[in-house]
């Protein structure tokens, strides 16, 4: 029997990545990984779903886009990948998922279980022929990318890196427009573009449009406000100047 029951919020979550192989398969693969943190959908049909460990993620949703086509997303502290291959499903043309794999250490010292890294993340590749990229290094060392991305999702890792400040300073950089322009693919002259995109934000401080600029430094617009786009802004550097 599972350590972990699948409750309706887990399928509620993993329902959005419908997976739906040959039963037999969807087994197979399932008992292949001996510890899962997310929870995929193999075979609804066959209610066939990997036991993760990770619990009620339903808050995560309304902050996920719907249509991320052509667009490039990095998933940081992907684990299993279930955000990444989300993303991919999605339409996202490129996606990265970066992990530095410590939750090894966790799971050793907590279940006792013994995993090498990546397991379930391979499993899932497999299944679905991702394109999917998967680098093994620490959020903190983002760099080592050398990549822009359109979307950074950054579930459930901030409070679990030695240095939070360092790494909201990796993600946090305000670009102008026409930066914003290019960034997403479009030519610099395709500022009225950019800024009608983050107009119609409606996730603003998952995907922080807050951060973009007029090119002479000006706040610009901000669907919000832009007594929030100014609060928010002073409130980012105050929190990394208090470090």
């Not at 409750?7 to 329902?15: I, L």
């Not at 086509?69 to 940081?76: E, I, N, P, T």
């Not at 680098?135 to 999702?153: H, M, P, S, Y």
Request: charged content about 25%.
């Amino acid at each position: 029997m599972s350590r972990f029951a699948i409750t309706d919020a887990e399928r509620e979550v993993a329902d959005l990545l419908p997976i739906d192989v040959d039963p037999d398969l969807a087994v197979s693969v399932r008992d292949s990984v001996p510890f899962w943190f997310h929870t995929f959908a193999l075979n609804r049909a066959h209610a066939i779903y990997t036991p993760g460990a990770a619990r009620n993620h339903r808050y995560r949703i309304p902050a996920l886009p719907m249509a991320l086509d052509g667009q490039s997303v990095l998933d940081v502290g992907a684990f299993d990948g279930f955000y990444a291959f989300l993303g991919e499903r999605r339409g996202a043309s490129r996606v990265v998922a970066v992990d530095n794999e410590q939750y090894r250490e966790w799971v050793a010292a907590r279940w006792g279980i013994e995993l090498s890294g990546g397991e379930g993340f391979r499993a899932i590749h497999g299944l679905l022929s991702s394109k999917v990229d998967y680098r093994r290094i620490d959020a903190l060392d983002l760099g080592l990318l050398d990549e822009r991305f359109d979307v950074i999702l950054c579930f459930g890792i901030l409070h679990r890196v030695e240095d939070p400040a360092r790494l909201l300073r990796t993600l946090r950089e305000p670009v102008t427009y026409t930066e914003f322009a290019r960034l997403t693919g479009k030519p610099p002259t395709a500022v009225r573009a950019a800024a009608q995109g983050c107009a119609r934000n409606q996730v603003a401080l998952f995907v922080p449009c807050h951060r973009v600029l007029r090119a002479d430094g000006s706040l610009g617009g901000y669907r919000w406000g832009l007594h929030i786009k100014e609060y928010l802004l002073k409130h980012e550097r105050e929190i990394l100047l208090d470090r």
